[in-house]
Antibody, heavy 124, light 109 residues
């Protein structure tokens, strides 16, 4: 079974750093892009960026460029989303999700599966 | 402000047919496939429709998708209480990026 399992909920203070994870299993981790999607409280879905674990090629949505860093460790089939200095406005649920098509050349398609989500709360 | 435009809410009674619209532009819906996701309360989004009108295995045929020009629709027939959820349309945009609608909250009365 293809599965993405994310790390647990986090409570942080403004200015702190954070790295959350997404572990893939049941497929060739290095052959598919993995994306991150933000959902702020009571709001819709926003695509943040994506990484190809095979060579760590990373693309960001303009809205999130410079705000977060996406990385991956292919040796443990895990992708990461990190912040160097959190803000209260980073409070949200964050999902990782795998696009449908295999291979680096194919960007696009649908997201399936999704991770279960990691709730990040930033509050003083 | 989401790139794709959906009505914020929709409702229907059990057994009814409801439709949810999704409007985009030539760079997303107009030139690429549309996808629909269902998000039940407190859960991650789940793929409901891919490539405009295809259902993944396990999705009931009560759910159907269509696309025309720069707009798309999701139809749910024989509405059931368990269909109460948020529904999101999505598409690849040529900018390039994925884009989503703002979501439609479906209430089963």
């Amino acid at each position: 079974e293809v599965q993405l399992v994310q790390s647990g909920a986090e409570v942080k203070k403004p200015g702190e750093s954070l790295k959350i994870s997404c572990k893939g299993s049941g497929y060739s981790f290095t052959s598919y892009w993995i994306g991150w999607v933000r959902q702020m409280p009571g709001k819709g879905l926003e695509w943040m960026g994506i990484i190809y674990p095979g060579d760590s090629d990373t693309r960001y949505s303009p809205s999130f460029q410079g705000q977060v860093t996406i990385s991956a460790d292919k040796s443990i089939s895990t992708a990461y989303l990190q912040w160097s200095s959190l803000k209260a406005s980073d409070t949200a649920m964050y999902y990782c999700a795998r696009p449908s098509a295999a291979g680096k050349r194919v960007l696009g398609g649908w997201f399936d599966p999704w991770g279960q989500g990691t709730l990040v709360t930033v509050s003083s | 402000q989401s790139v794709l435009t959906q009505p914020p809410s929709a409702s229907g009674t059990p057994g009814q047919r409801v439709t949810i619209s999704c409007s985009g532009s030539s760079s997303n819906i107009g030139s690429n496939y549309v996808y629909w996701y269902q998000q039940l309360p407190g859960t991650a989004p789940k793929l409901l429709i891919y490539r405009n009108n295809q259902r993944p295995s396990g999705v009931p045929d009560r759910f159907s998708g269509s696309k025309s020009g720069t707009s798309a629709s999701l139809a749910i027939s024989g509405l059931r209480s368990e269909d109460e959820a948020d529904y999101y349309c999505a598409a690849w945009d040529d900018s390039p990026s994925w884009v989503f609608g703002g979501g439609t909250k479906l209430t089963v009365l």
